[in-house]
């Protein structure tokens, strides 16, 4: 595997100079893949109008296809936080308008790209704001493949459309779960409680692996 760096003629990033994630990682058999730490993208789900698909812009990797907002991932930076701040970017999805509810990632070894399936829960218009898009559109889920993908989603959409429909929620017996705890909680009931919801927001933000609930992909984020 080797890394190379961006032609001098390729558009720099939108905001700031380039991150050193910016770079293309190529294989021993000779395939690029852009993002030295990885790539991520969001599939934004609306109930109402579809996914959010982002049309290629001709001189961009596969120019012409139709894919979800995402990019290279920055230095130190999480697969959710690339794909969210790739999807602000590319699409101007607001901060707060989704929620994510899996985390699905290809693994070639020396290369990841993760998709950050998330559903809407402050609708959005979307807007182009950075030189990479010819369209951005809400497309129903139906019609997905009507259009010409993108060769990567396009592979990965048929197994991440059957797990549109699946939705996991955990329910807590808080009474036994707080009173499994030794720590005093018959002296103080709310305390108790206080730290159960803590714990349970903290789970929430950082996901669940999937092997955990006995679901495919890596995370999920129950409801």
């Known amino acids: 595997m080797t890394l190379e760096q961006p032609a ?3 558009p720099r990033r939108p905001l700031g100079p380039r ?16 993002g030295a730490f990885g790539a991520a993208g969001l599939l934004a789900l609306d109930p109402e109008r579809g996914v959010l698909l982002q049309h290629r812009v001709s001189w961009s990797h596969f120019g012409g296809t139709w894919a979800l907002p995402g990019g290279a991932r920055h230095q130190g930076e999480s697969a959710v936080d690339g794909a969210m701040r790739e999807a602000a970017e590319e699409a101007g999805v ?6 994510p509810r899996l985390v699905s990632v290809l693994d070639h ?8 399936v998330a ?3 402050n609708p959005f218009d979307p807007v182009i704001s950075d030189p990479e898009s010819v369209e951005l559109a809400w497309v129903p889920v139906a019609d997905v493949t009507d259009l010409p993908l ?3 989603f396009a592979s990965s959409w048929v197994r991440l459309r059957e797990l549109l429909a699946v939705r996991p929620v ?7 779960v707080v009173g499994s705890v030794p720590d005093g909680w018959w002296r103080d009931r709310a305390g108790a409680a206080a730290r159960l919801i803590d714990g349970l927001g903290a ?4 996901g669940i692996a999937g092997d955990v609930l006995r679901l495919p992909e890596s995370r999920w984020y129950p409801e």
């Open 19 to 34: 991150d050193p994630g910016d770079a293309w990682v190529v294989a021993p058999t000779g395939e690029r893949y852009w």
């Open 119 to 121: 559903d809407v829960t």
């Open 8 to 10: 001098a003629g390729e």
């Open 170 to 176: 955990i329910v807590v017996d808080a009474a036994n």
């Open 109 to 116: 070894d020396i290369w990841t790209y993760t998709t950050v």
């Open 150 to 152: 993108h060769p990567g």
């Open 203 to 206: 789970l929430a933000a950082r």
């Open 94 to 99: 607001p901060a707060g308008a989704v929620r």
